[in-house]
């Protein structure tokens, strides 16, 4: 028998999630080690730290690409391509952006600030694995890392009953739509022999495939999976309760760093396996983009809870990205990455500011609590209209241009249609968006923040007589430094690269033209 | 197509009678005990299945760690928590449940076997292209160590978030993380206060 040859194994390929995953696994040791509880500046240090390093290595890598190419390694389990190493940069500025966020929130809410950082940091590694995977095999397990350890971010606020349920009803959910990813690979490779998504790319492009039911079941079900992933219609279900009941950082977190996996995995599968087959599986992706863009805004529309709004609009903001699957053309790519890492700054920064207002128990999201916004807090209120206005894609920003960018990709492929439609659902989305901006500018009642107690009875008294519901568990919290600095990076981010678009719009074009 | 022998039939046949009637077992017991028991039928027929197939190491692992290890693990749980009493099943959580199940059941079933009958298979004994050394262990262990190698070490760090995410979530609340003192309430007046904290004290 032949001896085995341990394949060649680029360390360098896989240095961001070796850097954030051995990272948590010490910073795990550090905490369990020690006596006393870990300090939060540590953990919030450890974590900042590990993302820069991260994204300076994806730098690094970026560089390598541009000179030499792509390059596929571990048995082709793993490439670095245009696609990984843009997850690996999107993945790392999210670290960075939410261990900032996080910082005052989790010492606000006594949490375990340790514990939040090394499982963030396991979820953002989970992220970078499904950006890597060559190989379904590698593409699932990056799947599960990304989300179990979601699922218990979700669940760590013990105090808010909410939470326990997003978290039960994600991981149930979660764990049957894995359970349907994993029989979606079996029937795939029962079809094309191969788990290797580049093997299976050769195979289908060489041989006709007379009976195709077998590989079409898979593909419907590999599809199934990642739209669960990614909060596609009609496989949303889960959103509103998850987005509501997990803490806000991790509201922000959850919105980038799963979407940002979960999207470019099913661009990397459907592109490198499947694209022989576009003309069965479009049409069923055609709906769902279509479904998904309008669920989501009018859905958005019918909320009161701030929380579930956005929740609602990060599934209209998905049926917009889907729409590069759906074309899957390097166009489309490019549009769908620049959407991505826009919607991530954007989401941080608008969880952010929630999690802020969200008071001292962060749960005061219901819009009424959001009147008079503009008076009590400007800053405040400001930046978040203006993350807003990004998000609903005004002009002068990267919200508009990341539009722009799918509908022009959509259109140059012919789906005149479903470019218009989903513009449609950009103007109701627009609504939405437009009534937390009214709340907070145009209405006058303050709703009683109880910060000097002699002048709370009035105050709810004048509340009651404009049939407000008194709310008095307001508390003011203060914008800490480490929240504000990471809103600012999101604002600055949406608004240069608005006015100033050339260099990220080279990087995701780029990204797109040097997949492997 | 390979046409099956006789003994290869009768080892399926009764290889899947038996997964059939524990499946059955597990969801119509009452007692949570008996259900998980035959659970440990059902993954002992299908380890008579793998032995069919020839993969002896899967059977052998089959019986070892899930019929062995796993339900045990099921039925400490079950033993801890104190829930192996009878539960009524009789009422649906959802009305119209289970008869939308059957019928989904049947569908998925249908479906299942017209692939298995119409679809075009590459790999298994239908098409059986790749030449096997017919030594199962040593074809797994090549292909943990080759093709698999990446997925092989991202299971074990897999395995270690589950761990991490298992204790975070099992671990006690220390009382200083539940108490829900808001410094604020203090300084609310009386007769608005009370009816708030008494509202607090419930969450």
Redesign the interface.
Known sequence: ?NP????S?SYFTMAPMLVL?VGS?LL?AAASLLRHRLPEVVSTATSVLLGLGALVVSILQWDHLIRHGSSST??G??VLDGFSVFVNITVSCAVILTALVAHDYLARL???SA?FH??AL?SA??AL?MGAAN?L??VF??L??LS??L??LV??N??N?KSAEGALKYFVLGGFSSAVFVYGIA?T?????ST?LAKMGT?LSANV???????L?GIGLLAVGFCFKIAAVPFHMWTPDVYEGAPTPVTGFMAAVAKVGGFVAFLRVFETAFSTQQSTWAPLLYTVALLTTFIGATSAIAQHNVKRMLAYSSINHAGFILLGVVVLTKAGFAGSLYYLFTYSVMAIGTFALLGVLGG??DEDHDLTSYRGLAKRRPGVALSLALLLLAQAGMPFTTGFLAKFGVIEATVAHGEIPLALLAMVSATISAVAYLRVGIVMYATHDVPTP????SS??DR?EGSLLLEVEPV??T?EVPVAPTTGLAIGICLAVTFYFGIAPGALLDFARQAAQLLR | MIAATIPDLAVFFVGAAIIVVGALGVILAKNPVHAALSLVMTLFGIAVLFIEEQANFLAAVQIIVYAGAIVVLFLFVIMFLGVDKAEDITTEPIVGQRPIAAIVVAALMASIVALGQLGHWMVGTHASTTATTGNDVADLGRSVFTTYLFAFEATAALLVIAVVGAVVLARRVSPDELSTDEPEVAQVPEDLGATMTAGEVEQ
């Open positions: 028998m085995i040859t341990v394949p194994i995953f696994v795990m571990v048995a389990a793993l006594k949490f375990d514990e090394i499982l396991l590694s989970g694995i190989d095999v590698v397990l990056g599960e890392i179990i350890a699922y218990v669940a760590l013990r105090k009953e029937l490779y029962g079809a094309t022999g290797n195979y495939v007379h009976r195709p039911g077998l590989l079941a001292a128990r109880v910060s000097d107690g709370f009875k709810a008095a568990t508390h």
